[in-house]
């Protein structure tokens, strides 16, 4: 283990309130040097930065010196970057049949908590995986037993935060209740929640309006505790809601739109998280300075930068996963439909839940949604009012 520095960390962790909370980063490289992530997060405008600790796809890692850990520590107290976070590796599942990839994905958790408390970062993010068609449940006492070793291996000053999934095909805690059985399940307060404002919408939690909005937040404040969200991933969707799919947008050009995320900070909602980026960019580099400066506009109440146009529908066609029609026709909604909820539908989701979010889809209307007509006028699509749960 890595030495400590508790006055540097303890800088780090400082919040402010006022006009630079909740605090706006972006997701960077850590390529070459991991310290080179702050000064990619200086350039942007970033007021934190998660980084991967490890190459995303592989499992092998490879060790940070420690004057590049110094460095990072260094450079994140004399710019005020934090609180900083790690994303865990993508081929961690806690919820797998095969007790040798189980062990794979403690090992890196293990190892990026570690590495996560010498940088002086706040937490761990990961996707806790996807069950395979066994259930949540088949797997809940073998995800909670791996999440207590990795806690009880990596040093006490360091979260480790569970990030809502899409819903895509049989993936575990795309539901806050899912979330919330497991936390309670490890019974550690070092256990914290990740919103990713994509997922959520895609796993049918209508964040883009108010009344949607509070459903969401009302659930997550009975299933897992709001104080327990610590971190936010702010990227729009590419796909409807309750599409099921993981498709990060450009803030803006997506189903949740400026009228969303504007809705998002006018309602105060998830103040004391940490929000990052992890968008395409309009440029398609990754996190860029506009897509920080919208949501820093939305913070101060201001009114955003001028967003470019979205590129035409056809060059997003299969970012898009097919046309709308073709979306529509494949979740059972034909476009412009009123919302109907398909009781057997939502065969992962628990019935509570699904049932909260169809009153929500049932009492959104169109006027709440300006950004997302004119887009649709744009392109000469609607986006259908309520997908199939997935
Ligand atoms: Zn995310
Ligand atoms: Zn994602």
New binding site residues.
Partial sequence: MSPRVPAAKAALKVRTKGKDSPRIGAHVSSAGHIDVAIDHGVELGAEMVQIFGAAPQMWRRKEHPETDIAAFRAKAAEHGIGPNFIHGVYLTNLATADPEHLEKGVATLTADMRLGSALGVAGVIFHVGSHKGLGFDHYLPQMAKAMRRVLDDSPDDIQLCIENN?GTGDSVCSSFEEIGRLMAAIGSDRVKVCV?T??AYSAGYDLAVAEGLELALSEIEQEVGLGNVVAV?A?DSKTPLGSGK???ENIGWGSIGTAGFRNLFQRGAFQNAAWML?VPGFEGGGPDALNLDILKAFRAGNRPPKIPDAPPPKERKSARGGSAKDRASKSGVKPGVKPVLKPGAAKKAPAKVTKKRAVAAAKKTAPAKNAHKSRATKSGTKKPARAKQA
Avoid: M
Wanted: glycine share 0%.
């Fill in positions: 899409a990713d994509c997922h991933h990227n993981d498709r990060h992890e």
